[in-house]
Every structure is written in structure tokens, then in C-alpha cells.
């Protein structure tokens, strides 16, 4: 991995560990009561933003993922759902923190960013821009990390390709002029981020929150914890 000069993070049970069906259990509740007293149907609103993640997820670049979100939400609930945007800013930088119950915080996270960068290697959050800037700014606090760590954070409002979908990686990498072998992504997702090894970038996939849904161990990418992955960047060359 000689050629490396760019190093891409995953946040979601990569940085920030994360009980993943949790989160979701108590992110969804709490959406779900915050919007009842408007009079949205807490089972309805929910599984409608469902739909708008799953939309995004299949987005095909033609818009950003923020204007597939509000514009398949709506579809599914019936009605322009993007009036309520201010209450859905209000509800990530309030209620949304009931779901930091299911996460927890190593200092590793933060000390292998900032040594990377320290190193003068590139860093990306590449975190699913399924999120707001809001909720994805929230999380980085949750686990001690703050944009000014990073070169680039992907959220829903910059990005029209989600994870797996290869193009959300190469939007990354044209915006700094990067090949893919000088690349390294880092994640716990064995589809969502060892994806990346098809198209020719190395990987290390963190083992501490591992999510391999298909049970395949990926050729070719380095593994380990998140402590064993502090190592391995302390040995990786100062550019």
C-alpha cells in the first residue's frame, strides 16, 4: 500500500461504535412521538421515512440525495412533507440524542483521524449520506470528532449516491483528483464499505461492530479492531 495518501472513514459502527438495531429502535421512536402531537401517525411517518432512505439508497445521481428523500417521503405520506424540514432539523438537534444510548465512544477514533492527518494524509468521512448535515455533525460529537477533522464529510445534502453503489466512491475520489489505488477506506461494513476492493482501493475492515450479512470473508482487504487498526496508522508513512 505504498501509493496510499487518502484515507476514507466510515462513521456508523467504524468510528462511533454502535448496537446498530438499537439505534434504529430508538431513533424511529423517537421521530415516531416527536411528529404525534402534529398529528402524524407515528407507524406511518416512520415507515415513510423508510421508503425515503431506501430511495436514496437507489438514487441514480440524477438528483441529490436530499431531493430524492423529501420527494419519495412525500409520495408516501401524501402531502409535501418538506414544509416540515425546520422540525425535522429541531428533532436531530433534540430528540435525536435519545439514540446515543445505543453507541459508545473510544478516544482511538479521534487519535487515528487527527494522526492521519498529522501524517498529511487526505481524510474523508465517508459516511452514508443518508443523513442531514445536522444528525451527521451530531454523531461526529458523539464520537469525539468534529468536521474541521476531516477534508470532506458526505451527508445527504452533497451526495447523489449512497453506498454500495461504486459511484458514491468515485464522486469522492474526482473531487480530489484521486485514483483508487491511492486510497485506503476503512469501515465495518463488509458490503457497504469492502465493496470498494472491486474497483481496485485497499480496505481494512474493522472487526469491533462487524456487520457481514452475507457471512463471506472479502479477499484481498487488511482486519482487525479499532485499537489493531490505531497501530497499523501509526506505522503508516508520514507523506
Excluded at 27 to 36: D, H, K, N, P, V
Excluded at 46 to 56: I, P, Q
Excluded at 119 to 128: E, Q, R, S
Aim: glycine letters at 8%; hydrophobic letters at 35%; a negative charge.
Amino acid at each position: 500500500m505504498k501509493n496510499i495518501d487518502t484515507v476514507l472513514f466510515d462513521l456508523d459502527g467504524s468510528l462511533l461504535p454502535m448496537a446498530q438495531d438499537e439505534f434504529v429502535r430508538l431513533y424511529m421512536e423517537a421521530l415516531g412521538r416527536t411528529f404525534a402531537p402534529d398529528g402524524f401517525e407515528p407507524g406511518k411517518l416512520t415507515g415513510s421515512v423508510w421508503r425515503g432512505v431506501e430511495a436514496m439508497i437507489k438514487n441514480d445521481g440524477s438528483m441529490s440525495n436530499r431531493e430524492r428523500f423529501w420527494q419519495v417521503f412525500s409520495e408516501t405520506m401524501g402531502q409535501d412533507m418538506e414544509e416540515q424540514e425546520l422540525r425535522f432539523v429541531s428533532f436531530y438537534e433534540n430528540q435525536f440524542g435519545e439514540a446515543k444510548a445505543a453507541t459508545g465512544y473510544s478516544e482511538l477514533s479521534a487519535k487515528a483521524v487527527r494522526l492521519l492527518r498529522e501524517k498529511g494524509y487526505t481524510v474523508v468521512l465517508a459516511t452514508n449520506p443518508v443523513f442531514p448535515t445536522v444528525a451527521t455533525y451530531r454523531r461526529m460529537r458523539w464520537a469525539g470528532l468534529s468536521p474541521e477533522d476531516f477534508d470532506l464529510v458526505t451527508t445527504y445534502e452533497r451526495e447523489r449516491y449512497c453506498k454500495p453503489n461504486l459511484a458514491y466512491y468515485r464522486h469522492i475520489l474526482e473531487r480530489f483528483g484521486k485514483e483508487p489505488d491511492q486510497c485506503l477506506m476503512v469501515g465495518n461494513d463488509v458490503d457497504e464499505d469492502m465493496c470498494v476492493l472491486s474497483m481496485g482501493m485497499s480496505g481494512y475492515l474493522l472487526t469491533d461492530c462487524l456487520i457481514n450479512r452475507g457471512g463471506r470473508v472479502p479477499d484481498g482487504c487488511l482486519s482487525g479492531s479499532l485499537a489493531e487498526f490505531y497501530k497499523y496508522a501509526e506505522d503508516m508513512a508520514t507523506l
